[in-house]
């Protein structure tokens, strides 16, 4: 699990602890990884203006260009009911500051959209949802994400 918080943080904590080859070799052995929010933004493979600037050291395992904060800021933060194409009933996803992929590649399945924002993806064993499943009582995702194991 990557989690939600601070994007830019984790990353440098991933760049001092030394840990990005490590997730790197697990990930392309097939280990699976779930990336909520920030943890969305890591996985991307690359950022809006935002990203370039601040350096963030990105993990790339999700072919996609992120918006690290594409719903505003935190005091926009929202929540709403929503098809995921995995569930057959709306799941409630709780948005905080939250990212959206905004250009996916070929390999990424598209398994939940805000108009034209991406919010939920998965490239073969990584997936990534820019709400945060923890906050709610309702534990399909983490069901999905248990048969990727
Ligand atoms: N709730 C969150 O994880 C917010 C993520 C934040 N937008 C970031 O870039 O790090």
């Known amino acids: 699990m990557i989690p ?3 994007s830019t943080t984790i990353s440098r904590l991933i760049t001092q602890k030394g840990l990005k080859e490590p997730i790197l070799k697990k990930a392309k052995q097939g280990t699976p990884i779930f990336g909520t929010c920030a943890g969305m933004v890591l996985l991307a493979s690359s950022g809006s203006e935002e ?8 993990l790339g395992l999700i072919d996609a260009k992120v918006n690290r904060n594409a719903f505003g800021r935190q005091r926009n933060s929202f929540h ?13 996803t709780v948005f905080i500051r939250a990212p959206a992929y905004t250009e996916v590649g070929e ?8 108009s034209d924002k991406v919010i939920a993806a998965r490239q073969k064993n990584i997936l990534v949802t820019a709400f ?3 906050l709610v009582d309702d ?3 983490y069901n999905y994400f248990l048969e990727f194991i």
């Open 51 to 58: 990203v370039e600037k601040a350096n963030q050291s990105l």
């Open 80 to 92: 709403i009911n929503i098809p995921l194409k995995f569930l057959d009933k709306p799941y409630k």
């Open 132 to 134: 945060h499943p923890e």
């Open 4 to 6: 939600g918080g601070e």
């Open 107 to 114: 390999k990424v399945d598209i398994l939940g959209k805000i």
């Open 139 to 141: 534990n399909r995702i």
